[in-house]
């Protein structure tokens, strides 16, 4: 089912099916650590079997033709244990937490879905829901979606990487000081955020406003900001008199700002 933007920004949520909604989690919600889950039910739908295995570049290849997605891994006993209690949460297996995903996104009970692990489906008569592989991605899509999720191609080893033993060798000294040089780099939290566009937007948006605002809507409005005040940056040095700017040419800041409607 096609996601009705314009909705989405003005603060609805998900029609998925006709008897399943995506829930979109209010910037109140996380800020209070009342969905204290939304770390853990994000990655799993977002994160790619690639992803989580590219720090073992002599077999991520090999891993990733035989589980394409985590679908694949969740209904493999073995490997949904170990993937799931070492990646994602300790004693959870990889069906148990898109089991619970499922159930935190679209706000329903466990009770109402019957996993049948012989063919690989999830489903509840309750909401007339069968849940399969093409299902699940359509589901993964929807959910980085909403939670903006960008992967970091810094962190994704290169294809066929696994049959060069020596690109595996470089590669494994490439991921771990990347990782080493992303641990230690400040990150801007969601308080910092929500800090920022309160104070430095051109009116004042009260904190209370900002805390019911969904997600999607708070993200979207906070890199519009940061959209407009490069430009503004931009407009300044143009009119300087400190810098040769005969070939300088400004564009109009609404120009770049658009929502955002897919993975980059």
Known sequence: MAVNFDSLILGSNIQLTDNVTIY??????????????FGLYQRIFSVSVRELFSGMPAEVDKIEEEFPTLWEIAFDKDMSKEVGSNMFQEGATVLEIIMGGICYWTRTDPTDYQILVQSKKIVSEEYDWVIDKDAFIDFCDHIKMITLYKRNEDLIAPKGISSHPNQCRVWEGLYKG?????????????????????????????????????YYQFMNLYYSFEIKEANER???????????????????WRDSVSLIKKEN
Do not use: C, W
Request: aromatic fraction near 6%; charge should be negative.
């Open 178 to 214: 990347r990782v080493n040089k992303l641990r230690h780099q400040p990150d801007s939290t969601l308080g910092d955020k929500i800090l920022i566009l309160q104070t430095e937007a051109s009116s004042l948006i009260p904190f209370d406003e900002i805390g019911k605002m969904t």
């Open 24 to 37: 979109v989690p209010t910037i109140a919600d996380l800020a209070n650590k009342t969905d204290a889950s």
């Open 234 to 252: 931009e407009y300044q040095i143009f009119v300087s008199e400190k810098f040769d700017t005969k070939d300088m040419k400004l564009k109009d």
